[in-house]
């Protein structure tokens, strides 16, 4: 099928079909599939909305129940026996077993609604305004959203100012700046400048930014920095969170609890749009209305998250995850970050970066990306200038699709150093 249909008639704030141009047609597991039949490995998953992979059988099966008997469909945020189903289930499988107590908000089904629901409720139960935010993070791109969102390329269409949001840098990313000490220090200074925060917002693995992860250490210097100070912390889970760290919530490995979770893209186990907060109960301020939105109650997308939560206990996900997350560490390791002293390998469970940044050629990245998908590989390039792959497979990628994408990886990246290809025993 010719793409001329989408250059000419779909808006120009098209991203991803421009680089990969390809019409897809059907999908199954970790790969797509063209109108003319041609497989592609999806490595990008919905920007991280896929953690089961296309069409999960499993959750397909209680989608497809649920439509046939017409059962409801849209429910605004009425009571629905859907819903019910999918907060019991939530609370059993994931809240209690880690004694979590949390209030369930469900938004406008994007994780962007999500993030401005956390903000207000923040705003609203502090009284104060302002909000610290990392460099290199993304929350979004609409307005309250793209004022926590770091890239310039964003933040300028926003066609208004963007305010009452303090920029701290990210751990690891600061060339050695200790921004911790820098928050203290702010917050101790009554000359600081800087008005107190109602909020600490943060990824703990900055997707976007460049595959940027946290330390344990940090992230817990950082909450009881906010308890000592009544800051609320609100964890961004939209990409990290559901499975893809190793754990369910990404802030697990720091033993912490968020004030206010925020979950979007996987929650729905299918590609189903749903976002949701999850916050400590004495923190519901807001009055009956005053965060609505007419796709809060969208049936298919409780029936999905169930399933995909009963998928992940059935399954046994959580173990694979953390086996599959070892083998591609190593990978990463042995076979690409021994191409070249410059390479920086950065992740966690399954979302990894291949740092190039280091390279000279600013380009590099983009190339190789580009070079991957002519051999049926998606991979994002990410961070800033766009210099890191990214690889995201679904949680569930079976182990010779994920050997063959590695390679693929592996064999593009040697090509553009110009060394030599030596493809290892692992992927004979
Ligand atoms: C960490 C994070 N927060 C927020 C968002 C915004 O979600 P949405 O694109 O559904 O509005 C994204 C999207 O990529 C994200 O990765």
């Known amino acids: 099928m010719l793409t001329q249909v989408f250059e000419t008639l779909e808006s120009n704030v098209r991203s991803y079909s421009r680089s990969f141009p390809a019409v897809f047609r059907k999908a199954k597991g970790s790969l797509m599939y063209t109108d003319n039949g041609d497989a592609y490995i ?5 920007a991280g909305a896929l953690n089961y992979g296309h069409n999960n059988d499993f959750i397909k099966k209680q989608l497809l129940d649920y439509m046939t008997e017409d059962y409801i469909m849209q429910g605004l945020d009425l009571f629905t026996v859907a819903k019910s189903e999918f907060i019991t ?10 004694g979590l107590h949390y209030k369930f908000q469900f938004c406008g089904p994007t994780g962007t609604n999500a993030i401005e629901a956390a903000l207000k409720l923040a705003r609203n139960y502090t009284r104060r305004s302002n909000v610290i935010s990392f460099m290199g993070g993304y929350h979004g791109l609409s ?3 793209l004022a926590l969102t770091s890239n310039e390329y964003n933040r300028k269409a926003a066609g208004v100012g963007l305010h009452n ?6 751990e690891n990313n600061s060339g050695g700046f200790d921004s911790l000490a820098y928050f203290e220090m702010i917050l101790e200074d009554g000359h600081s400048g800087i008005e107190k925060p109602a909020a600490v917002i943060l990824e703990t693995v900055q997707a976007e930014g460049g595959v940027n992860v946290a330390s344990p250490q940090w992230l817990a210097k950082l909450k009881a920095i906010c308890e000592k100070h009544g800051i609320l912390f609100i964890a961004d889970d939209i990409q990290i969170g559901c499975g893809r760290s190793g754990d369910f919530f990404s802030f697990e490995r720091a033993g912490i609890v968020p004030d206010i979770v925020v979950l979007s893209k996987s929650l729905s186990g299918y590609g189903l749009p749903m976002s949701m907060l999850l916050f400590k109960p004495e923190l ?3 009055q009956p209305g005053e965060h609505n939105g007419t796709f809060r109650g969208y049936q298919l997308a409780f029936i999905g998250g169930k399933a995909a939560l009963e998928f992940r206990e059935q399954s046994g996900l959580e173990a694979a995850v953390k086996e599959k997350s070892a083998f591609i560490n190593r990978f990463l ?8 002293e410059r390479i920086r390998i950065r992740g966690l469970g399954m979302m990894w970066g291949i740092d190039l940044s280091g390279f000279e050629d600013t380009l590099l990245a983009k190339k190789i990306a580009q070079d991957c998908f002519k051999k049926q ?8 200038e766009d210099r890191v792959i990214k690889l995201l497979p679904p949680l569930t990628v079976e182990q010779d699709i994920l050997e063959k994408a590695l390679g693929i990886v592996h064999d593009t990246l040697r090509q553009h150093l110009g060394a030599q290809v030596s493809v290892q025993a692992t992927l004979a």
């Open 42 to 46: 999806d490595f990008l998953m919905g």
């Open 89 to 98: 289930t939530f609370n059993e499988l994931l809240l209690k077993p880690r």
């Open 143 to 145: 307005q309250g959203s």
């Open 165 to 170: 949001v303090t920029f701290l840098p990210f």
């Open 284 to 286: 519901d301020v807001w």
């Open 333 to 340: 390791h042995e076979e690409i970050a021994t191409a070249d």
């Open 377 to 384: 590989l998606i991979v994002e390039c990410v961070g800033r």
